[in-house]
T-cell receptor, first 114, second 113 residues
Framework: GENVEQHPSTLSVQEGDSAVIKCTYSDSASNYFPWYKQELGKRPQLIID?????GEKKDQRIAVTLNKTAKHFSLHITETQPEDSAVYFCAASKSGGSNYKLTFGKGTLLTVNP | SAVISQKPSRDICQRGTSLTIQCQVDSQVTMMFWYRQQPGQSLTLIATANQGSEATYESGFVIDKFPISRPNLTFSTLTVSNMSPEDSSIYLC??????????FGSGTRLTVV
């Protein structure tokens, strides 16, 4: 089955700096890669996603890049703010039939220091 | 995007008892997913529930421990049976909503004493 590795497990940055979280996946058939933000005591919230026919996607301060050849994808947050502090999870999925399930990385605790 | 209602939001249960968690979606969906999130950990898929067929369980999870019902395209239940303290976790349902991706319910925080 799919295996998703996520690094780093913790990341501390100063407000205004950039943060980068990286994930690798094992199944070359995976074609959908979402990122979730989970604040303490709350449900995971989708913040951005990318499909395999695209190499990069951006939404304001958040961007995701995908390298299908290397089987890795990354989350980039620019101009970080204290409210960006949370646990971030990457995930991978392949479409079709019963394979819609998401496999998650272990998460990255991001702390943005004022 | 669709609204997913999950209940109860939390419960404290005695070991050996069972708890049924409900998940209601305000639109019809083919598949519903049940996840477990142990304290400080990532999300682990328990099973995938399709309407009109048996749920598909992931390795390490069995139907006798986590029976699932899926009576229609908007509703599912997960039962945690014969509970032990190791079952203390957050349980989340999730659905795939096309363009909106996979969305999660608010979760059920279960404590077994």
């Amino acid at each position: 089955g799919e295996n998703v590795e996520q690094h780093p497990s913790t990341l501390s940055v100063q407000e205004g700096d950039s943060a980068v979280i990286k994930c690798t996946y094992s199944d070359s058939a995976s074609n959908y890669f979402p990122w979730y933000k989970q604040e303490l005591g709350k449900r995971p919230q989708l913040i951005i996603d990318i499909r395999s026919n695209v190499g990069e996607k951006k939404d304001q301060r958040i961007a995701v890049t995908l390298n299908k050849t290397a089987k890795h994808f990354s989350l980039h947050i620019t101009e970080t703010q204290p409210e960006d502090s949370a646990v971030y999870f990457c995930a991978a999925s392949k479409s079709g039939g019963s394979n819609y399930k998401l496999t998650f990385g272990k998460g990255t605790l991001l702390t943005v220091n004022p | 995007s669709a609204v997913i209602s999950q209940k109860p939001s939390r419960d404290i249960c005695q070991r050996g008892t069972s708890l049924t968690i409900q998940c209601q979606v305000d639109s019809q969906v083919t598949m519903m997913f049940w996840y477990r999130q142990q304290p400080g950990q990532s999300l682990t898929l328990i099973a995938t529930a399709n309407q009109g067929s048996e749920a598909t369980y992931e390795s390490g999870f069995v139907i006798d421990k986590f029976p699932i019902s899926r009576p229609n395209l908007t509703f599912s239940t997960l039962t945690v049976s014969n509970m032990s303290p190791e079952d203390s976790s957050i349980y989340l349902c999730s659905v795939e909503l096309g363009h909106y991706g996979y969305t999660f319910g608010s979760g059920t925080r279960l404590t077994v004493v």
